[in-house]
């Protein structure tokens, strides 16, 4: 039956990350419920989820030959550092500490995917304001990312647009590529430091592969409005939960 859960859980999620995003109020929540500490959980709902990060940057390709290669070392460097950092904090995090910040960290990636759209478009009236490209937000988003990942692409297309980015192509194309990238030192950290659930991540990771697949006719077949309405429910659900949790474990 565990199986079973994990399985459904993450086939939608990945399903949820083709459609538009936020497979990990699925992958992470699941993990909780069949019993593995949180942190362990985040870690392997991180490697879960990995393998669709590829997709969507190799689906991008021709949007990341209009950046220059000096200008895509300098923003993989910082993201790097930045996701090392938040795999390195999620590592000295302990479960009870971590199960603190959970509730508040869905509840935030809920809201920022709910309202995502006003958020890029508040970002565009301030983007001549904020200093191109500046490595400090992407150094605090990335440092999110490696911690918790759940809605850092919404909060990545928000920076972008901050920076004055407006093709929205070329701002999916860079987010798909750090994403995949911030995931993968992450997914490094997390396996050397025995923080994963491998045999769990493994069938996770396969459901989530085939979910994503399935999801492309879904999000050309269902309206936004539908498909953001499930998220945010699922999302707002699940923060009540681990703040019931959390309260309950005093």
């Given amino acids: 039956m565990e199986i079973l859960v994990l399985i459904a859980a993450a086939f939608g999620a990945g399903v949820l990350n083709t459609v538009a995003g936020g497979g990990t109020f699925l992958t992470f929540p699941a993990l909780v419920f069949i019993g593995l500490p949180p942190v362990m959980a985040n870690a392997t709902s991180t490697v879960a989820v990995f393998p669709g990060y590829l997709g969507g940057a190799l689906g991008f390709r ?6 220059g290669r000096a200008q895509l070392v300098r ?7 930045g996701g090392l950092a938040g795999s390195g904090l999620l590592m000295v995090s302990s479960n009870a500490a971590f199960s603190r910040v959970v509730p508040f960290l869905l509840l935030g ?3 920022a995917f ?3 759209d006003r958020f890029r478009q508040w970002a565009a009236t301030r983007a001549r304001a904020v200093r191109p490209e500046g490595a400090l937000g992407l150094f605090a988003v990335a440092l999110y990312g490696g911690y918790f990942n759940g809605g850092l692409g ?5 920076l972008f647009t901050l920076w004055g980015m407006t093709d ?6 860079l987010k798909s590529g750090l994403s995949f990238l911030l995931s993968a030192i992450s997914v490094a950290v997390f396996a ?12 996770m990771m396969i459901a989530a592969t ?18 953001r309405g499930v998220i945010a429910t699922v999302g707002f659900a699940m923060s009540a939960v681990f703040f019931w949790r959390m309260v309950s474990a005093g």
């Fill in 154 to 158: 919404i909060v990545l297309l928000a």
């Fill in 109 to 111: 990636a809920t809201f």
């Fill in 62 to 67: 021709p949007e990341f030959r209009s950046f």
């Fill in 168 to 173: 929205l192509n070329r701002m999916n194309a």
């Fill in 114 to 116: 709910l309202f995502g």
């Fill in 75 to 81: 923003l993989v460097a910082i993201t790097l550092a």
């Fill in 192 to 203: 050397l430091a025995g923080m994963v659930a491998w045999p769990l991540a493994v069938v």
């Fill in 210 to 227: 085939a979910g994503g697949y399935a999801g492309a006719p879904l999000a050309r077949a269902l309206p936004k409005s539908v498909v």
